[in-house]
């Protein structure tokens, strides 16, 4: 079904029905109010401690992985001076969760996986602030704003308040965010499949450095973190919810952020596309070893 809705996005952009810069806003869409809402729609339940202490155990769990994740960069790329070296790095380390993680997420385990996954967008809108930021621009001062007021922090942040309280958003307001949350899937597909009809694949399908990055992100990574989820004393569902963005390609933030900082963004945009093809290919196959190895 994702594949159908990939060919979608790429065919009304080939076929001129919507811009280049309509799969902009609609990028932009996606991430500032979409993303938000399906957020906040998870955490729409009521409080358990058992619950929140998994929650908070998720987000050891997130922790966990991007530390293998910048440490797996920093091993596999230390010369500064080949091209696209910030960018590499941040292919590594950053997943890819709204276009790709969260609808799997949603689809494999439901709203709860969404919930715990919340965890890795903290950890993510931080690192493209400092990480990113200092890989790209070294001299730059970090913007702590930046960090934290950003729409996926911030609607962490409202939905922990939600629940831990014992006041729930009334329901018609709640349908209406539900309602919204529910395009992420679509959008988000649309989007990756313009993106794709905006790249010149006969080019880039030839650049032997996206495929190193690609088996680096897509197969070496899930590869280890497989055997660290073995032997954690997990639930089933963090462990398959940790396991997703072990296994999704890099965030096309990779992309803006390079562009912004006057950074390879061509390369960037290129790689995270050539990987988000080869991805279509890996994730079941890395999803059904998990499963096998970790029994989700």
Known sequence: MMFLMVLVGFCVVKFKIVSEEGIKQMSVLLIKIVVPMILISAFQRDFEVNLFIEWLIMFGVSVLLYAVQIALATILYRDRNVRGFAENRMCVVMPNNGFLAFPLMMSLVGSLGIFYGSTNVIILNILQWTYGLKLLKPEEKLNAKKMFLN????SVIIGLMLFVSPYKLPQPVFEAVDAIGSLNTPIAMIVLGGLIAQTDLKKEVRQLCFYKLSFVKL??????????????????????????????????????????FDGEYRYATSAIVVMTLLSAITIPVILAIGSFVLGY
């Not at 729409?151 to 911030?154: E, L, N, V, W």
């Not at 070496?220 to 462990?239: A, R, T």
């Open 151 to 154: 729409p996926g922090t911030i």
């Open 219 to 260: 197969i070496v990574l899930p590869l280890i973190m497989l055997p660290i989820f073995k032997f954690l004393p997990l639930s089933n569902d963090i462990k398959l919810t940790g396991f997703i963005c072990a296994v999704t390609p890099a965030a096309t933030a990779v992309s803006m952020l390079s562009q912004l």
